[in-house]
């Protein structure tokens, strides 16, 4: 079996810079800010399944955080698949909002059993450069946020959504961002791909509060006016 470059480089990373890094391991506990009420909580892997992962996949071996809020939370799930997946659901993992695991690229058609499980109410969906390459998101990924009415906010956008000179209009939709940052918002930066939510920024106070971008700027700034067929729930 063989991996990218980066990944067998990690042990030697780790051997030459001895006390810039502390090692977690499952069931750890770290502040994010202190006084602040917000935990990070490493769910997933514990150190000792990593022969066992080996076997399953260098992406079943993505880190699965969960970040704590004073009354919500977020499942930040890397570039996990269903077979690693499946060891998630014996533990608690409800949360406000999901980072939906692998892109959106989900080859168990049950996707249901991920947003019954987590029970978000946001999900967001980090569409790559190549996503038109990787069928990124899957179609029926779409399909079940939109049965369950879960907010969908994608990084990009895809040929799903109605995109017809792609050209065109990432070079409108980096004027309305641009404009957007002007008057306050967060900024997008993209080498490539058309930006739909763009970078998206989330507040875990009581609850769930996206502040980037902002809904009425997402609906209809971006959505209404350049993805006549959009995927989204919002």
């Given at each position: 079996?063989s991996?990218?470059?980066w990944?067998?480089r990690?042990?030697i ?5 001895t006390g810039?890094?502390?090692?977690l391991?499952?069931g750890?506990r770290v502040?994010?800010?202190?006084g602040a009420?917000q935990?990070?909580e490493?769910?997933y ?7 066992d ?7 079943n071996?993505?880190s699965?955080?969960?970040?704590n809020?004073?009354g919500c939370?977020a499942l930040?799930?890397?570039d996990?698949e ?9 533990k608690?993992i409800?949360c406000?909002v ?6 959106g690229?989900?080859?168990d058609?049950n996707v249901?059993?991920?947003?019954d499980?987590v029970?978000?109410?946001t999900?967001?969906?980090?569409v790559g ?8 998101p899957?179609?029926?990924v779409?399909?079940?946020l ?5 907010e969908?906010?994608c990084?990009?956008?895809?040929r799903?959504?109605?995109?017809i000179?792609?050209?065109a209009?990432?070079s409108a ?7 957007d940052?002007v008057?306050?918002?967060?900024g997008?930066t ?10 998206v ?10 502040r980037q971008?902002s809904?009425?700027?997402h ?6 006016r350049?993805?006549?067929t959009?995927?989204?729930t919002?």
């Amino acid at each position: 079996m063989s991996f990218p470059k980066w990944p067998r480089r990690t042990p030697i990373w780790r051997q030459r810079n001895t006390g810039r890094f502390h090692l977690l391991s499952e069931g750890e506990r770290v502040p994010l800010f202190e006084g602040a009420g917000q935990v990070i909580e490493v769910l997933y892997p514990a150190y000792g399944e990593t022969p066992d992962l080996l076997g399953l996949g260098f992406n079943n071996m993505s880190s699965i955080l969960r970040i704590n809020g004073p009354g919500c939370s977020a499942l930040l799930t890397g570039d996990i698949e269903p077979v690693g997946w499946q060891r998630l659901t014996k533990k608690d993992i409800q949360c406000s909002v999901l980072k939906f695991p692998h892109h959106g690229a989900w080859r168990d058609p049950n996707v249901g059993a991920i947003l019954d499980t987590v029970r978000p109410s946001t999900v967001i969906v980090s569409v790559g450069t190549e996503g038109h390459r990787y069928d990124h998101p899957n179609a029926h990924v779409f399909d079940a946020l939109s049965k369950r009415g879960i907010e969908l906010l994608c990084t990009q956008a895809t040929r799903r959504c109605g995109l017809i000179d792609e050209l065109a209009t990432r070079s409108a939709l980096m004027k309305d961002f641009t404009a957007d940052t002007v008057s306050g918002g967060y900024g997008v930066t993209s080498a490539t791909g058309c930006p739909c939510a763009g970078t998206v920024v989330i507040d875990l106070a009581d609850r769930p509060h996206v502040r980037q971008p902002s809904r009425a700027f997402h609906r209809d700034t971006i959505i209404k006016r350049y993805y006549p067929t959009h995927q989204c729930t919002f």
